[in-house]
């Protein structure tokens, strides 16, 4: 079994988890993206951040947040996703980016909106208060 190794930033407000949608998809993701080689999950995170929110996030604040894997997105059954979570604070003013064209905030109600690996962190936000 094939498994892509990817990062995402949770970002939480008011009952509301930050997702973004890329040029030409119809789903929403939770930000991030894959490390480059010899990058660590900070540096490859907060690059991938930058990229496609225009904020930077603030190392002291970054902490893990947990590890999530499901059947990945527009991918052959079989190809997994092991999604690499962290929260932290950011400086700037989110805006999409790069390859998103937009940015949202979503509550539960908007999980068939998302990928699977997506859904799983959804229901797990859930059952801890985190999304309404």
Same mark, same amino acid.
């Given at each position: 079994m094939e498994t892509i190794d990817k990062l995402a930033w949770i970002e939480i407000k008011d009952g509301?988890?930050?997702? !973004? +949608?890329? $040029?030409? +998809?119809? $789903? &929403? &993701?939770?930000?991030?993206?894959k490390r480059e080689p010899s990058e660590n999950d900070f540096t490859a995170l907060s690059r991938e951040i930058k990229e496609e929110l225009t904020v930077d996030l603030v190392e002291e604040t970054v902490n893990y *947040?947990?590890?999530f894997q499901a059947q990945a997105d527009n991918h052959a059954e079989g190809v997994e996703v092991k999604m690499t979570c962290y929260t932290g604070a950011y400086k700037g003013t989110i805006q999409p980016a790069s390859e998103i064209e937009e940015v949202v905030w979503l509550s539960y109600? %908007? +999980?068939? $909106? /998302? !990928?699977? /690996? %997506?859904?799983?962190? *959804?229901d797990w936000l859930k059952e801890e208060e985190l999304l309404h």
């Open positions: 509301h988890i930050l997702s !973004s +949608r890329s $040029k030409g +998809r119809t $789903k &929403y &993701y939770i930000p991030g993206g *947040f947990g590890t109600a %908007d +999980r068939e $909106k /998302v !990928s699977p /690996v %997506d859904q799983i962190i *959804f």
